[in-house]
């Protein structure tokens, strides 16, 4: 309720001076964004639930200022503080996941070659990380329809990486989203955006490891994808063939090993 900024940026402005609260100045600063993301992932540990909640009040706060309809000049803010929390937070999972792996339950402090690790009891346990992916994908999915460009973009990057750190919980919701937006014809602002998202998705859905039935998913997207060439519109056509060029290099050591009979015949079809 702080946040009651006029909807639109051609909208009149308010005759009423609204002013940021004070504990939320920081996500319009864009000096202290990247600190305040890396300070809130690191914050997060199962032994304080309280910083979760602190968390979940603060997502709450922002999540309407994602809207497409509520663009302004805090888009770019809120959009880059997104983007910094999920890298963050994908680069804390990959360190605790593989310290876990090692045997290495106790603190690593950080140095110039090695990166800290928080000891076992501070690690993000997977009930704990599916709670903030549920908190997140929401704005994911309100900031690839932005019609601010760098939201949509930071949009994506996080799409990729929340489906990095909980593949099981993203990618399926992000390809069905996709495949419906690239299938509206009478909405060319979502198939815009389904092609932005595929673009950058394209290196997990594909990866075996992450998700191994992502593969069965490509036919269906390269064809959906076609009319994404469109020499009227250069930022549509160019994700479209990011998403072409992205698919091609995953599939080349896929089809050398001698998977994906099937898909093979389909592309010679599809070339």
């Known amino acids: 309720s702080s946040f009651r900024l006029p909807l639109g940026s051609a909208a009149p402005q308010s005759p009423v001076e609204r002013r940021c609260p004070a504990h939320c100045v920081f996500l319009l600063t864009e000096k202290l964004n990247v600190s305040a993301a890396a300070f809130c992932v690191h914050t997060l540990t199962p032994r304080n639930p309280e910083s979760f909640n602190y968390f979940r009040r603060l997502i709450a706060l922002v999540t309407n200022f994602f809207h497409p309809s509520n663009g302004g000049r805090w888009s770019s803010y809120l959009a880059c503080f997104l983007g910094q929390f999920t890298s963050n937070l994908t680069a804390r999972v990959a360190r605790e996941r593989s310290a876990t792996k090692a045997g290495v339950n106790e603190r690593v402090v950080g140095s110039h070659s090695v990166k800290p690790v928080a000891p076992l009891e501070d690690r993000l346990t997977d009930e704990l990380l599916a709670e903030i992916v549920d908190l997140l994908l929401p704005l994911v999915q309100l900031g690839l329809h932005a019609k601010q460009g760098y939201m949509s973009l930071q949009a994506a990057s996080a799409a990729r990486d929340l489906a990095v750190v909980a593949p099981q919980l993203v990618i399926e919701k992000l390809l069905d989203a996709a495949a419906s937006g690239l299938g509206s014809i009478s909405s060319p602002h979502r ?42 519109d250069p930022s549509k056509t160019e994700a479209t063939f990011r998403f072409i060029a992205g698919a091609s290099a995953r599939l080349q050591s896929l089809l050398a090993n001698g998977k994906g009979e099937e898909l093979s015949i389909f592309l010679e079809d599809y070339s």
Not at 193 to 205: G, I, N, Q, S, W
Request: charged residues 15%; proline residues 12%; negative net charge.
């Open 191 to 232: 198939t815009s955006a389904a092609l932005k998202m595929l673009a950058t998705l394209t290196p997990v859905f594909l990866d075996s490891d992450l998700w191994p039935t992502g593969v069965d998913f490509l036919p269906q997207a390269l064809e959906l994808t076609l009319p994404g060439i469109d020499p009227n």
